[in-house]
């Protein structure tokens, strides 16, 4: 099994509708990740979470919201769908006790999601 | 000016060749650098650390330069599995002062070895 585990992996929707892609990781990293990745864009940083009770805004929060259910659950929630959400959203994860655990990243496989 | 840039590429080379990129960053104060590999619809995964020194592992060679503020990547003896997307990766002191910094993604180098 995967250390780090998105589903779904791929995903197409309609505007205005609510997703949810969810991330799992056994890794037993306290920090977690949610990026999206756009052609000629890079991965940019949607929101991260560095234990259960500490969730923060990355640079392109805007329209998305997340849940830290368990250190080994974070999960993306899009409330309404639009076009421009269509990419490649990566889960990842890092240890948080180190300078170096913490800044390597550890990515799930993607989520794929296409808002028609 | 964007915090982090690479040359998109592609840069398509011939086995055997040898290749290099570059990564420029803005932010002076930064403190950690890497080097991820991404195949074609994978995830990233962690090539290389850089050290301030220079490292190197098999025929991959990493270097960094503060002064100019970029980092490099040489491939030697190109295989046709280094076809890849290959990016750069710069840590930041984060602003909202939490530990570790903030890491940023460069666009990515695409790179294709061809027989």
């Known amino acids: 099994d995967a250390d780090v585990t998105q589903t779904p992996r791929n995903r197409i929707t309609k505007t205005g509708k609510r997703i949810m892609l969810e991330c799992s990781q056994t890794?037993?990293?306290?920090?977690m990740y949610w990026y999206r990745q756009d052609p000629g864009l890079g991965l940019r940083l949607i929101y991260y979470?560095?234990?259960?009770?500490?969730?923060n805004k990355g640079e392109i929060s805007d329209g998305y919201s997340v849940s830290r259910q368990a250190q080994a659950k974070f999960s993306l929630s899009l409330e309404s769908a639009i076009p421009n959400q269509t990419a490649l959203y990566f889960c990842?994860?890092?240890?948080?006790?180190?300078?170096?655990?913490?800044?390597?990243?550890?990515f799930g496989a993607g989520s794929r999601l296409t808002v028609l | 000016r964007k915090e982090v840039e690479q040359d998109p590429g592609p840069f398509n080379v011939p086995e055997g060749a040898t290749v290099a990129f570059n990564c420029t960053y803005s932010?002076?104060?930064?403190?950690?650098f890497f080097w991820y590999r991404q195949d074609c619809r994978k995830e990233p995964k962690l090539l290389m650390s850089?050290?301030?020194s220079g490292n190197e592992d098999g025929r991959f060679t990493a270097q960094l330069n503060r002064a100019s503020q970029y980092i490099s990547l040489l491939i030697r003896d190109s295989k046709l599995s280094d076809s890849a997307t290959y990016l750069c990766?710069?840590?930041?002191?984060?602003?909202?002062?939490?530990?570790?910094?903030?890491?940023?993604f460069g666009q990515g180098t695409i790179l294709t070895v061809h027989p």
């Open positions: 990842a994860t890092s240890e948080g006790k180190t300078r170096s655990g913490a800044n390597v990243l550890t």
């Open positions: 890794k037993g990293h306290d920090r």
């Open positions: 979470s560095f234990d259960v009770k500490d969730i």
């Open positions: 932010n002076s104060a930064s403190q950690s």
């Open positions: 850089v050290y301030s």
């Open positions: 990766v710069v840590t930041s002191p984060n602003a909202g002062g939490t530990s570790y910094g903030k890491l940023t």
